[in-house]
């Protein structure tokens, strides 16, 4: 019994976060009730004029909504240094949507193919 609350306990400080997606977890599927809230978490650095597009399909559907977008710095003083973009959602209706993200410069032509995809599926 012992070990099992140990476990839990490491578990919860080193970073077993709950409904949070990262860049490397293209094609995972997350699966909700409407109300609970995701993270997507990206490594980003602006000063490469890089920045990260989320796109939704379909668009016109309302399963999903943005709450919150952050990005937090690097805790190192170097120039140039990047950070982490963090996106906060909230399921908000019954359906499926994927979610695209594009690593791109704004002024540039989008690439063809996105970074990531994920599927959100809310009941």
């Known amino acids: 019994m012992r070990i099992v609350a140990?476990?839990?306990l490491v578990l919860t400080l080193f970073g077993c976060e709950k409904n949070v997606l990262y860049q490397?977890?293209?094609g995972k599927t997350l699966?909700?009730?409407?109300?609970e809230q995701f993270t997507i978490k990206l490594p980003?650095?602006?000063s490469t004029g890089y920045q990260w597009n989320l796109q939704t399909n379909p668009q016109s559907q309302m399963v999903v909504s943005v709450v919150s977008?952050?990005?937090n710095p690097s805790k190192s003083n170097l120039?140039?240094?990047?950070?982490?973009r963090v996106l906060g959602y909230q399921a908000t209706n019954t359906g499926t949507v994927q979610i695209y993200g594009f690593h791109e410069r704004p002024w540039e032509k989008r690439e063809a193919q996105p970074s990531f995809q994920f599927t959100i599926v809310v009941h």
Do not use: I
């Open 6 to 8: 140990l476990l839990g």
């Open 24 to 26: 490397g977890d293209n």
């Open 31 to 35: 699966t909700l009730q409407v109300g």
């Open 44 to 46: 980003e650095n602006p």
């Open 69 to 71: 977008d952050k990005f």
């Open 79 to 84: 120039m140039g240094a990047g950070g982490e």
